[in-house]
């Protein structure tokens, strides 16, 4: 049953002992600020969220996004004409790659990554389109002391998408140039998260080469810490209803969008919010 433990204005029920939780009893069209206190706090506490049943018009979902900070555009896609600050998530039955299958972070290849990234489901196939998180706080706190030591003052170098061949396969998803965004930056692999004070282990797709090593020496320690990063006691298996909305806290969550489900349409509305610092 979902708890009020701690919560006056909403319910919180985890989905899994690492992280994820539903949040039940708000309406994210109509939110008091009050609530919003609340749902930042289970957001913080469990890393990704999600709300069940809600209705929201693009002016609501980038109202209810604006809450959360400045809205950050992807730069190799183009969101909704009339909406730029909604990248359409879509997936054609005719379609061979889905957007986002593979274990990352947002946008890690800029300077400030995302702080959060929100999903909103429209449309799904029959069965299938689940999204998977990690948290990287249980990644981190399970690596040895002596490999905590080793990572403490290292950097990986995050490349972006540049112009990927596999983009091309989603026709409903319109490809374009970055520009002058962002597409390489170091990070450290070991991030102090501004709001929780926690350790994170700060690694995914866009992770290449270790600062200072040749990738040959770079790849067998990566190579551990993305099978590390995503061991099956970190994560959770979200299943999504049409009307649900989720957030993830970029800087603490992997996460990886499933593509089971050849043949069938899968629609959903992303947003991101900004960072408001670069990692440390």
């Given at each position: 049953m979902p708890t009020t433990d701690g919560y006056e204005f909403l319910q919180v029920q985890p989905v899994a002992g690492s992280l994820g939780a539903e949040v039940s009893g708000v309406d994210l069209g109509d939110l008091a600020d009050q609530q919003f206190e609340e749902i930042h706090r289970a957001f913080l506490a469990h890393q990704v969220i999600f709300f069940r049943d809600q209705q929201l018009d693009e002016v609501a979902y980038i109202s209810f996004?604006?809450?959360?900070?400045?809205?950050?555009?992807?730069?190799?896609?183009?969101?909704?004409?009339?909406?730029?600050?909604?990248?359409?998530?879509?997936?054609?039955?005719?379609?061979?790659?889905?957007?986002?299958?593979?274990?990352?972070?947002?946008?890690?290849?800029?300077?400030?990554?995302?702080?959060?990234?929100?999903?909103?489901?429209?449309?799904?196939?029959p069965a299938g389109g689940d999204t998977a998180y990690a948290s990287m706080y249980h990644a981190y706190d399970a690596l040895s002391d002596g490999m905590k030591r080793i990572l403490a003052d290292l950097r990986v170098l995050n490349i972006g998408d540049q112009r990927v061949p596999r983009f091309d396969e989603l026709k409903g998803m319109k490809q374009q140039d970055p520009g002058e965004v962002q597409t390489r930056a170091y990070h450290p692999l070991i991030r102090t998260h501004p709001d929780t004070g926690r350790k994170a282990l700060n690694v995914g797709a866009h992770s290449i080469e270790i600062e200072g090593l040749t990738k040959e020496e770079s790849s067998p320690l990566l190579e551990y810490l993305y099978m590390h990063g995503t061991r099956q006691e970190f994560t959770c298996r979200f299943r999504w209803q049409e009307g649900t909305l989720g957030i993830w806290d970029n800087r603490c969550v992997q996460h990886y969008a499933i593509d089971d489900y050849q043949g069938h349409r899968r629609r959903m509305h992303r947003i991101t919010i900004a960072g408001e610092e670069a990692p440390f």
């Open positions: 996004a604006r809450r959360w900070g400045d809205i950050m555009l992807y730069p190799y896609m183009q969101g909704l004409p009339d909406h730029p600050e909604i990248l359409q998530v879509l997936k054609e039955p005719e379609d061979t790659y889905a957007f986002g299958s593979q274990w990352h972070t947002d946008s890690s290849f800029i300077t400030v990554p995302p702080k959060a990234t929100m999903l909103y489901a429209l449309e799904l196939p």
